[in-house]
Each structure stands twice: as structure tokens, then as C-alpha cells.
């Protein structure tokens, strides 16, 4: 049973515009959200995260927002770069606890 | 410079033959993951450690074994590895971050074939 999906599991996106990428979950427990960045051939970057008290949090040009009722919560980059290609993952915790349940990954693809 | 690292980064063996995946992290973090990512199920843990000699399973840990004698490493052993244990592997550690949050760093991979 996944607990954490990511539905797109690709997404195209021209340079400058905005990207937006999708996560839902199903466990209410969860009370932290992160979002990982893959390059080929190296492990997992963090990139950026939100408290379930939160809704969103800005870090330059990512922004998640959290919709605790839909239990979504969403990655925003903009303006989107080629750098930014890469392969997202969506996580959830529960406070306190070392575990991360990962979402399948969304490959984004910025277009020059 | 802070890391994780894991040897080796490429493995092509057979059915049966024991085989560790090493694992350092240079961090003095007490928390270790092992995860597998697999096309279309994304990262799930195998196994996890919360400090020297305490290990516990994750989510598919069927095959694997770990251990944790020193704070710094933290290997996974196949002792018989299947065809379906053929995936990338990453190694984990962990620190308590502000407000809770549980960043993990990741090592490299481990890209396993298991013929």
C-alpha cells in the first residue's frame, strides 16, 4: 500500500516557467513533508521541507505548499532552470521517527 | 567534507554468492538507513540502526542482514542474493534537524545485478 504517491512520473517544463510538482498521501499520522532531488548516478539531495502546522514554506525558488484536508502538498520552482532537471521525490515522516516513505518520483525536465 | 559513503558503487553477481555492500558516514550520526529504489515504488527502507547494536527492520527486509558494530558504518550483507534483490541501493544517515525534520544524506548507490 503506498502511502505516498506521486502520480506524474514525468513532467516536462520550459526554461523561466514554473514547475509544479504533485504529492498525495493517505496516513493522517504523517507531520513532516520533505522533497528529495535525484541526479543520475548520486543518492538523494534534500532539498526542502514543511511542518503539518504549516501550509507553506518558501526557500528561494522553491515553495511547498501543504493542503492538510486534501492531504496534498505540492513543490513549486520558479523560475524553472535546466539545472533543475532531475528526478523529485516526495517524503512524509512522523515527528520524532528516523523513517521516510518515499512517493514513486516525478522526472522533471526543464527545456532550454 | 561531510558524507556518505558506499563501495561498491557497481556489483554484477550470481544467484547465492554472499555478497556486503559497505556503508561510512563521517558525520557521527547515530541513525543509518538502507533503502531500495525500484521503478515505479521509489525509495523504501530495508533495514534501519538507531545507534551501535541496535538494528531494526524496515519495510522489505526479506534477504538482507545488517549490522552496526561502530557508529561510523553500517553494511549490508546478501547472503544469498536473488534475481529479485537486483536494484540501487543508497545508505542513509540521519541527524534531528530544526523543528524535527529528519534530512537524510544519502551516499551515492550501489547498483546491484543479480543474474
Known amino acids: 500500500d503506498q502511502q505516498v504517491k506521486q502520480n506524474s512520473p514525468s513532467l516536462s517544463v520550459q526554461e523561466g516557467r514554473i514547475s509544479i510538482l504533485n504529492c498525495d498521501y493517505t496516513?493522517?499520522?504523517?507531520?513532516?513533508f520533505l522533497w528529495y532531488k535525484k541526479y543520475p548516478a548520486e543518492g538523494p539531495t534534500f532539498l526542502i521541507s514543511?511542518?503539518?502546522?504549516?501550509d507553506k514554506n518558501e526557500d528561494g525558488r522553491f515553495t511547498v505548499f501543504l493542503n492538510k484536508s486534501a492531504k496534498h502538498l505540492s513543490l513549486h520552482i520558479v523560475p524553472s532552470q535546466p539545472g533543475d532537471s532531475a528526478v523529485y521525490f516526495c517524503?512524509?515522516?512522523?515527528?520524532?521517527?528516523?523513517?521516510?516513505?518515499f512517493g514513486q518520483g516525478t522526472r522533471l525536465t526543464i527545456n532550454p | 567534507e561531510a558524507q556518505v559513503t558506499q563501495n561498491p558503487r557497481y556489483l554484477i553477481t550470481v544467484t547465492g554468492k554472499k555478497l556486503t555492500v559497505t556503508c561510512s558516514q563521517n558525520?557521527?550520526?547515530?541513525?543509518m538507513s538502507w533503502y531500495r529504489q525500484d521503478p515505479g515504488l521509489g525509495l523504501r527502507q530495508i533495514y534501519y540502526?538507531?545507534?551501535?547494536?541496535?538494528?531494526d527492520k524496515g519495510d522489505v527486509p526479506e534477504g538482507y542482514k545488517v549490522s552496526r558494530k561502530e557508529k561510523r558504518n553500517f553494511p549490508l550483507i546478501l547472503e544469498s542474493p536473488s534475481p529479485n534483490q537486483t536494484s540501487l541501493y543508497f545508505c542513509?544517515?540521519?541527524?534531528?534537524?530544526?523543528?524535527?525534520?529528519?534530512?537524510?544524506?544519502f551516499g551515492p548507490g550501489t547498483r546491484l545485478t543479480v543474474l
Open positions: 542513509a544517515s540521519t541527524r534531528a534537524g530544526r523543528g524535527g525534520y529528519n534530512e537524510q544524506f
Open positions: 496516513n493522517s499520522m504523517f507531520d513532516y
Open positions: 514543511i511542518s503539518s502546522i504549516k
Open positions: 517524503a512524509a515522516s512522523v515527528e520524532g521517527a528516523q523513517k521516510l516513505v
Open positions: 558525520m557521527n550520526h547515530e541513525y
Open positions: 540502526s538507531m545507534n551501535v547494536e541496535v538494528t
